[in-house]
């Protein structure tokens, strides 16, 4: 059976029956394998096919395959190895349990097929010979974090290597995957992240339905179709460009800290800048001579999101610095000020929706340069000028709509991954509204467009210290 086995998998059968952009995973020994793509990528096969050529070639290995919901498997992953088994006229080798949903390998190593809906019955499995060593998770993107950490407690002890295969499409760019295994990836752990453009198995036609999402529906073919880390829902931004720039930027900032200062005579003096690796403040690009800049914020109203300060060139609309952070509100106050007299005595315009302090403060501080907005009093009929920016059921679509534009129209504005990452978990609710999808944040968001509406008050020479 050995020479059989070896004669079957023989190193040239092996190049022609996978995709080539796989092939480097083939024995790849690292604890964790992380499989994202988009659909039609062949990722699934791939795995089917790598456990496959593993318990024929490699004694005393077991494998769990799991997905959140048990009655999924028979129509997915059981199917899907009935018929590559069948496919590779491998059906002597192996002993298929219909019913049990369980495979056995003539050698002794066996596949089970378990459901995350049934706890009880999980912790229950066992196989003829030998200990578990592999775990495949297909739609990963289906199962909480929780549920993966039991699941790799399993996997310790004994004598042979263990892995854990993890396949999903990353259809949320908040989902624990990414956090875990894409933000901050651990060294035991290899990633790969495919399309529908990688199979050189995929015919013609289905090809074909995938890219035709290009034009009919840009936002399944950018999150679905290509793989990218999109939301449950559809964007207000175009997720096309803003996935393209996130893909495109790779400098970090400039500068990471926050300033520090003291204040004398009822404003700030000695304004510094301190790095600081986690700091509060992302420079970008530092401040040029004659430049005008505007400051957005968008303050944390009811203490769910970061006090925010978006940093744009006036004429251009560049996106040069962010302030993300949470801070107490006098703090939060002091870093604008810094910040709008670092960039050349910037226009900060500051939302006063929920509170109006930190605009009072800076005007405490005797803050040079701040966007006021026009109040008429029908009663003297005359028009008041108030410091900071109103966001209402009128200002709010139209500031956003102005965004939305130009984030369509020119995305090389914009460097800043937290405030990406958050135009696609921007989206429109059932009744219309633009809002950060459930569990997301707007705060980014929002501070950006404030900036931008502001930009018509930043007219005017610069203010020399």
């Not at 496919?87 to 349990?97: G, M, S």
């Not at 378990?114 to 066992?126: A, H, P, Q, W, Y």
């Not at 569990?439 to 502001?454: K, P, R, S, Y």
Request: hydrophobic share 35%; glycine share 6%; net charge negative.
């Amino acid at each position: 059976m050995a020479k059989h086995h070896s004669k079957t998998f023989d190193i040239h059968i092996q190049k022609e029956a996978f995709n080539d952009v796989y092939l480097p995973l083939l024995h790849c020994q690292k604890r964790y394998i992380v499989l994202c793509g988009g659909a039609g990528s062949g990722k699934s096969v791939f795995t089917v096919q790598r456990y496959l050529y593993r318990l024929l070639t490699e004694p005393g290995r077991n494998l769990l395959v799991v997905r959140a919901v048990q009655a999924t498997h028979r129509n997915s992953t059981f199917a899907l190895f009935h018929q590559m088994i069948g496919k590779w006229n491998l059906t002597p080798l192996f002993e298929i349990a219909e019913g049990l949903e369980r495979i056995r390998c003539k050698n002794g190593n066996e596949i089970i097929f378990k459901g995350l809906d049934n706890s009880e019955k999980l912790k229950s499995v066992t196989f003829s010979s030998g200990e578990l060593t592999d775990i495949w998770v297909e739609e990963a993107s289906e199962i909480e974090e929780h549920d993966f950490n039991q699941l790799a407690i399993r996997l310790r002890g004994g004598t042979v290597s263990k892995q854990i295969v993890l396949s999903f499409n990353p259809v949320s760019v908040h989902h624990w995957l990414k956090r875990r295994f894409f933000d901050h990836p651990p060294k035991d752990a290899v990633t790969l992240r495919t399309t529908y453009k990688d199979n050189r198995f995929l015919s013609p036609e289905d090809g074909a339905v995938l890219e035709s999402f290009r034009e009919t529906d840009p936002y399944y073919y950018q999150v679905y179709c290509l793989g990218e880390w999109g939301v449950l829902g559809k964007s207000v931004f175009d997720a096309q460009a803003v996935n393209r720039r996130l893909n495109e930027i790779r400098s970090l900032p400039v500068r990471c800290g926050s300033f520090v200062c003291c204040e004398q005579d009822g404003t700030l003096h000695e304004i510094q800048f301190i790095d600081e690796p986690d700091g509060a403040i992302r420079i970008y690009s530092p401040p040029k001579p004659g430049v005008q800049y505007v400051i957005g914020g968008d303050t944390a109203g009811d203490g769910s999101d970061a006090f925010v300060g978006q940093v744009i060139e006036s004429r251009t609309g560049r996106q040069v610095a962010t302030l993300h952070r949470s801070f107490d509100e006098d703090v939060y106050a002091k870093q604008m000020f810094c910040l709008g007299t670092y960039y050349n005595n910037a226009l900060i315009a500051c939302e006063v929706n929920f509170s109006t302090y930190p605009v009072r403060e800076l005007q405490r501080l005797r803050y040079p340069r701040q966007y006021y907005r026009e109040i008429y009093d029908s009663i003297t009929r005359d028009m008041e000028y108030r410091y900071g920016f109103l966001t209402n059921r009128i200002t709010r679509p139209v500031i956003l709509a102005e965004l939305i534009r130009i984030v369509r129209e020119q995305p090389e504005l914009f460097c800043d991954e937290r405030t990406l990452n958050e135009m696609l978990t921007f989206v429109r609710s059932k009744d219309g509204r633009a809002e950060a999808a459930s569990g997301a944040h707007d705060d980014c968001v929002m501070a950006l467009a404030i900036a931008f509406a502001a930009r018509h008050q930043a007219a005017g020479p610069i203010e020399e210290e």
